[in-house]
């Protein structure tokens, strides 16, 4: 009831929202520095029969939120090119991306200063990745300067994700690529898909409801995600890290069971 009474209250107040995330990641950064913490987004289950992603051992933990990041890039070329992903918070995906991708340059934006810092020391031996601090609604990045725009899970913590659709189609150059994902409850992803679909020079190319393969990952990923929470988080802190693990039987995991949220992944072109 709590984390309802929460969400009604951020949906109503951008400044509280975006001041709330703010300080809620940079806690995470700052308090929880273990390099085995990486990612932080819910995952992608493949569909039955499906060929297995190939991983390097140091990535097979995290199997299920690679999966995620594969699925969102899905024939975006990125070999080569300059990419930026924005919200890219404890590092993992940007790392994936650069060493399996082969960019030219990627360059990971975040609000907080602390997951920053964060990740240059976890990263900082990933060649062509760099970490920057600064605002999804205003992107510190000169007009037309990267190839691909990468956002993962970060939006619902947005002031305005409007703003945010139009700094995108500011940063990528003509032609260039805007991969993007997350949940919200079905009337408000119909409202994004449309401020997404409306925003100058950016050109919606594809549009999936991932939810079903989102939900299967939190399935086969609680065990270790509760294995994880057991060793890093003080008891008293366990539940709240469970609900935003999304957790089996928590609130969250229930809302995608029952569509009261729904995931979604888009991919569109600048003009």
Same mark, same amino acid.
């Not at 080569?80 to 399996?100: C, D, F, H, I, N």
């Not at 007009?143 to 995108?168: L, P, Q, R, W």
């Not at 991969?179 to 079905?186: E, K, L, T």
């Given at each position: 009831?709590?984390?309802?009474? &929460?969400? /009604?209250? $951020? #949906? ?5 929202? *975006? @001041? ?8 995470? =950064? ?20 499906? &060929?297995? /992603?190939? $991983? #390097? ?5 995290? *199997? @299920? ?8 890039? =899905? ?197």
């Amino acid at each position: 009831m709590l984390i309802r009474i &929460a969400v /009604l209250a $951020l #949906d109503k107040s951008p400044f509280l929202r *975006r @001041l709330l995330w703010r300080w809620w990641y940079g806690r995470l =950064a700052s308090k929880f520095t273990q390099r085995s913490w990486t990612f932080m987004n819910y995952g992608y289950e493949q569909e039955a029969g499906a &060929a297995l /992603l190939p $991983l #390097d051992p140091e990535d097979e933990p995290d *199997r @299920l939120c690679a999966q995620l990041y594969e699925q969102v890039v =899905a024939g975006v070329g990125l070999r080569g090119r300059e990419v930026v992903e924005v919200g890219s918070g404890r590092g993992g995906g940007a790392s994936y991306l650069t060493r399996t991708h082969r960019p030219s340059r990627y360059t990971g934006i975040d609000y907080s200063a602390a997951a920053v810092k964060l990740c240059r020391g976890a990263h900082g031996s990933v060649a062509g990745l760099t970490f920057v601090t600064g605002d999804a609604e205003h992107l510190p990045l000169p007009d037309a300067s990267c190839d691909v725009v990468v956002n993962v899970e970060s939006s619902h913590c947005y002031g305005d994700v409007t703003k945010f659709f139009g700094e995108v189609a500011r940063v990528l150059r003509p032609g260039g690529h805007f991969a993007y994902a997350d949940f919200r409850s079905p009337a408000d992803m119909e409202k994004v898909a449309a401020q997404l679909a409306a925003t100058a020079g950016l050109h919606l190319t594809e549009h999936f409801d991932i939810t079903e393969r989102v939900l299967a990952a939190l399935t086969s990923d609680d065990a270790r995600k509760r294995r994880l929470i057991e060793e890093i988080v003080p008891p008293r802190l366990q539940h709240l890290f469970g609900e935003f693990a999304g957790l089996s039987g928590g609130q969250v995991f229930r809302a995608f069971g029952k569509r009261e949220m729904v995931y979604h992944r888009f991919q569109c072109r600048k003009s």
